[in-house]
Protein backbone atom coordinates (compact mmCIF):
# COMPACT_ATOMS: atom_id res chain seq x y z
CA UNK A 1 0.00 0.00 0.00
CA UNK A 2 1.26 3.13 -0.75
CA UNK A 3 1.77 5.89 1.39
CA UNK A 4 -0.51 9.39 0.43
CA UNK A 5 -0.83 12.05 2.46
CA UNK A 6 -2.66 15.37 2.52
CA UNK A 7 -2.38 18.34 5.28
CA UNK A 8 -3.71 20.09 6.71
CA UNK A 9 -6.98 17.37 7.59
CA UNK A 10 -8.90 20.42 7.64
CA UNK A 11 -8.86 24.01 7.59
CA UNK A 12 -11.39 27.09 7.83
CA UNK A 13 -10.76 30.25 6.52
CA UNK A 14 -12.62 33.90 5.98
CA UNK A 15 -14.41 34.38 2.70
CA UNK A 16 -11.57 36.18 0.50
CA UNK A 17 -8.77 34.83 1.63
CA UNK A 18 -6.47 32.18 -0.25
CA UNK A 19 -5.57 29.28 1.20
CA UNK A 20 -3.39 26.14 -0.01
CA UNK A 21 -2.91 22.31 1.11
CA UNK A 22 -0.17 19.82 0.27
CA UNK A 23 -0.93 16.32 -1.39
CA UNK A 24 2.38 14.45 -0.45
CA UNK A 25 3.11 10.89 -2.52
CA UNK A 26 6.37 8.52 -3.27
CA UNK A 27 7.99 10.17 -5.83
CA UNK A 28 9.65 7.07 -7.15
CA UNK A 29 7.71 5.53 -10.54
CA UNK A 30 5.55 8.68 -10.68
CA UNK A 31 2.53 8.23 -13.46
CA UNK A 32 0.17 11.17 -12.52
CA UNK A 33 -1.43 13.07 -9.93
CA UNK A 34 -5.19 14.12 -9.53
CA UNK A 35 -6.92 16.30 -7.78
CA UNK A 36 -10.71 15.94 -6.96
CA UNK A 37 -13.38 18.28 -5.11
CA UNK A 38 -15.89 16.37 -3.15
CA UNK A 39 -18.85 17.60 -1.74
CA UNK A 40 -21.20 16.20 0.81
CA UNK A 41 -23.82 13.95 -0.93
CA UNK A 42 -22.47 14.52 -4.57
CA UNK A 43 -19.68 12.02 -6.48
CA UNK A 44 -16.25 13.88 -6.50
CA UNK A 45 -15.38 16.31 -9.37
CA UNK A 46 -12.24 15.66 -11.33
CA UNK A 47 -9.95 18.87 -11.22
CA UNK A 48 -6.70 18.13 -12.38
CA UNK A 49 -4.43 15.79 -13.12
CA UNK A 50 -0.85 16.47 -13.76
CA UNK A 51 2.31 14.24 -15.31
CA UNK A 52 4.81 16.65 -15.52
CA UNK A 53 7.47 17.86 -13.42
CA UNK A 54 7.09 21.77 -12.63
CA UNK A 55 3.56 21.77 -14.44
CA UNK A 56 1.02 24.01 -12.82
CA UNK A 57 -2.50 23.87 -13.65
CA UNK A 58 -5.40 26.51 -13.23
CA UNK A 59 -9.27 25.96 -13.30
CA UNK A 60 -10.53 30.16 -12.09
CA UNK A 61 -9.76 30.79 -8.99
CA UNK A 62 -7.92 26.91 -8.31
CA UNK A 63 -4.51 26.20 -9.55
CA UNK A 64 -2.37 23.51 -8.50
CA UNK A 65 1.69 22.44 -8.84
CA UNK A 66 3.26 19.67 -8.97
CA UNK A 67 6.46 18.81 -8.06
CA UNK A 68 7.30 14.79 -8.88
CA UNK A 69 11.34 14.68 -7.43
CA UNK A 70 10.41 15.66 -3.84
CA UNK A 71 6.80 13.79 -4.23
CA UNK A 72 4.48 16.93 -3.71
CA UNK A 73 1.56 19.02 -4.84
CA UNK A 74 -0.49 22.23 -4.02
CA UNK A 75 -3.24 22.76 -4.50
CA UNK A 76 -4.25 26.85 -3.78
CA UNK A 77 -7.45 28.65 -4.62
CA UNK A 78 -7.78 32.36 -4.17
CA UNK A 79 -10.26 34.57 -2.94
CA UNK A 80 -11.96 31.34 -1.07
CA UNK A 81 -15.54 31.99 -1.34
CA UNK A 82 -18.52 29.69 0.60
CA UNK A 83 -18.96 27.63 -2.48
CA UNK A 84 -15.37 26.19 -2.14
CA UNK A 85 -16.74 24.36 0.75
CA UNK A 86 -16.07 20.67 0.35
CA UNK A 87 -13.55 18.16 0.53
CA UNK A 88 -9.84 17.78 -1.73
CA UNK A 89 -8.87 14.31 -2.31
CA UNK A 90 -5.69 13.97 -4.21
CA UNK A 91 -4.87 10.42 -5.90
CA UNK A 92 -1.73 9.04 -6.70
CA UNK A 93 -1.80 5.88 -9.62
CA UNK A 94 1.29 4.80 -9.83
CA UNK A 95 0.48 2.36 -12.85
CA UNK A 96 -1.81 4.32 -14.56
CA UNK A 97 -5.07 2.22 -12.74
CA UNK A 98 -5.10 1.69 -9.30
CA UNK A 99 -5.54 5.19 -6.92
CA UNK A 100 -4.16 5.58 -3.89
CA UNK A 101 -6.14 8.58 -2.47
CA UNK A 102 -4.92 10.77 0.38
CA UNK A 103 -7.60 11.18 3.45
CA UNK A 104 -8.57 14.59 2.09
CA UNK A 105 -8.59 17.88 3.10
CA UNK A 106 -11.84 19.51 4.91
CA UNK A 107 -12.41 23.22 3.77
CA UNK A 108 -14.69 25.43 4.92
CA UNK A 109 -14.96 28.75 3.87
CA UNK A 110 -16.80 31.41 6.70
CA UNK A 111 -19.13 33.88 4.87
CA UNK B 1 -20.80 15.44 -19.14
CA UNK B 2 -20.43 11.64 -18.06
CA UNK B 3 -22.26 10.88 -15.03
CA UNK B 4 -22.10 7.67 -12.80
CA UNK B 5 -25.81 6.83 -10.70
CA UNK B 6 -25.25 5.89 -7.55
CA UNK B 7 -27.80 3.65 -5.82
CA UNK B 8 -28.58 3.65 -2.55
CA UNK B 9 -27.30 6.54 -1.16
CA UNK B 10 -28.19 5.40 2.34
CA UNK B 11 -29.15 2.10 3.58
CA UNK B 12 -29.63 0.70 6.74
CA UNK B 13 -29.97 -3.24 7.40
CA UNK B 14 -29.99 -5.95 10.21
CA UNK B 15 -26.67 -8.16 11.00
CA UNK B 16 -26.89 -10.97 8.50
CA UNK B 17 -28.72 -9.89 5.83
CA UNK B 18 -27.56 -8.64 2.05
CA UNK B 19 -27.48 -5.32 0.38
CA UNK B 20 -26.99 -4.59 -2.94
CA UNK B 21 -25.48 -1.40 -3.95
CA UNK B 22 -25.65 -0.09 -8.11
CA UNK B 23 -23.26 2.05 -10.24
CA UNK B 24 -24.58 2.77 -13.53
CA UNK B 25 -23.01 4.96 -16.12
CA UNK B 26 -25.75 6.80 -17.76
CA UNK B 27 -24.34 8.00 -21.51
CA UNK B 28 -20.73 6.01 -21.74
CA UNK B 29 -19.47 2.81 -21.47
CA UNK B 30 -17.62 1.40 -18.38
CA UNK B 31 -15.51 -0.89 -18.88
CA UNK B 32 -13.60 -1.01 -16.23
CA UNK B 33 -15.66 -0.65 -12.97
CA UNK B 34 -13.48 0.08 -9.43
CA UNK B 35 -15.01 -0.07 -6.15
CA UNK B 36 -14.17 1.77 -3.07
CA UNK B 37 -14.79 1.82 1.09
CA UNK B 38 -13.98 4.65 3.50
CA UNK B 39 -14.29 4.11 6.80
CA UNK B 40 -14.24 7.26 9.54
CA UNK B 41 -11.50 9.21 9.42
CA UNK B 42 -9.80 7.22 6.61
CA UNK B 43 -8.63 7.59 2.86
CA UNK B 44 -11.13 5.97 0.10
CA UNK B 45 -9.51 2.44 0.07
CA UNK B 46 -9.92 0.06 -3.39
CA UNK B 47 -11.65 -2.84 -2.80
CA UNK B 48 -11.93 -4.57 -6.44
CA UNK B 49 -11.57 -3.76 -10.01
CA UNK B 50 -14.04 -5.41 -12.60
CA UNK B 51 -14.19 -5.72 -16.44
CA UNK B 52 -17.55 -6.42 -17.95
CA UNK B 53 -18.12 -9.80 -18.48
CA UNK B 54 -15.30 -11.42 -16.43
CA UNK B 55 -14.50 -11.97 -12.28
CA UNK B 56 -13.61 -8.99 -10.42
CA UNK B 57 -10.16 -8.67 -9.27
CA UNK B 58 -10.08 -8.08 -5.19
CA UNK B 59 -7.64 -6.29 -2.96
CA UNK B 60 -5.30 -8.35 -0.43
CA UNK B 61 -7.70 -8.34 2.68
CA UNK B 62 -11.28 -8.36 0.73
CA UNK B 63 -13.50 -11.03 0.83
CA UNK B 64 -14.46 -12.53 -2.44
CA UNK B 65 -17.34 -14.44 -1.24
CA UNK B 66 -18.80 -11.72 1.01
CA UNK B 67 -18.50 -8.53 -1.46
CA UNK B 68 -19.90 -10.27 -4.21
CA UNK B 69 -19.71 -7.74 -7.87
CA UNK B 70 -21.24 -8.35 -10.85
CA UNK B 71 -20.41 -6.66 -13.90
CA UNK B 72 -22.52 -7.88 -16.32
CA UNK B 73 -22.61 -5.06 -19.33
CA UNK B 74 -20.88 -2.07 -19.94
CA UNK B 75 -23.71 0.18 -18.19
CA UNK B 76 -23.90 -1.50 -15.15
CA UNK B 77 -22.05 -2.94 -12.17
CA UNK B 78 -23.65 -3.88 -8.20
CA UNK B 79 -21.76 -4.33 -5.35
CA UNK B 80 -23.40 -6.96 -2.82
CA UNK B 81 -22.33 -7.11 0.60
CA UNK B 82 -23.94 -10.59 1.88
CA UNK B 83 -24.35 -11.45 5.32
CA UNK B 84 -23.60 -7.89 6.42
CA UNK B 85 -22.44 -6.98 9.86
CA UNK B 86 -21.67 -4.40 11.96
CA UNK B 87 -18.06 -3.89 11.11
CA UNK B 88 -18.89 -3.45 7.11
CA UNK B 89 -20.96 -0.35 8.58
CA UNK B 90 -19.11 2.13 6.05
CA UNK B 91 -19.36 4.70 2.85
CA UNK B 92 -19.30 2.84 -0.64
CA UNK B 93 -18.26 4.37 -3.79
CA UNK B 94 -17.84 3.54 -7.12
CA UNK B 95 -15.47 4.86 -9.99
CA UNK B 96 -15.93 3.67 -13.55
CA UNK B 97 -13.50 4.47 -16.56
CA UNK B 98 -14.14 5.16 -19.88
CA UNK B 99 -15.68 8.83 -19.24
CA UNK B 100 -15.46 12.05 -17.96
CA UNK B 101 -12.78 14.36 -19.07
CA UNK B 102 -10.01 12.72 -17.00
CA UNK B 103 -11.18 9.47 -17.91
CA UNK B 104 -12.73 8.39 -14.47
CA UNK B 105 -15.91 9.21 -13.43
CA UNK B 106 -17.22 8.95 -9.16
CA UNK B 107 -20.45 7.84 -8.31
CA UNK B 108 -21.91 9.38 -5.50
CA UNK B 109 -21.54 6.78 -2.90
CA UNK B 110 -23.72 4.67 -0.62
CA UNK B 111 -23.47 5.19 3.45
CA UNK B 112 -24.53 1.49 4.70
CA UNK B 113 -24.88 1.31 8.47
CA UNK B 114 -25.59 -2.17 9.96
CA UNK B 115 -27.57 -2.57 13.31
Redesign the interface.
Known sequence: ILN?EQSPQSLHVQEGDSTNFTCSFPSSNFYAL?W?RWET????E?LF?MTLNGDEKKKGRISATLNTKEGYSYLYIKGSQPEDSATY?CAFPPTG????????TSLTVIP | GAVVSQHPSRVICKSGTSVKIECRSLDFQATTMFWYRQFPKQSLMLMATSNEGSKATYEQGVEKDKFLINHASLTLSTLTVTSAHPEDSSFYICSASGGGQYGYTFGSGTRLTVV
Open positions: VHYAKSPAVLNQFYFGTG
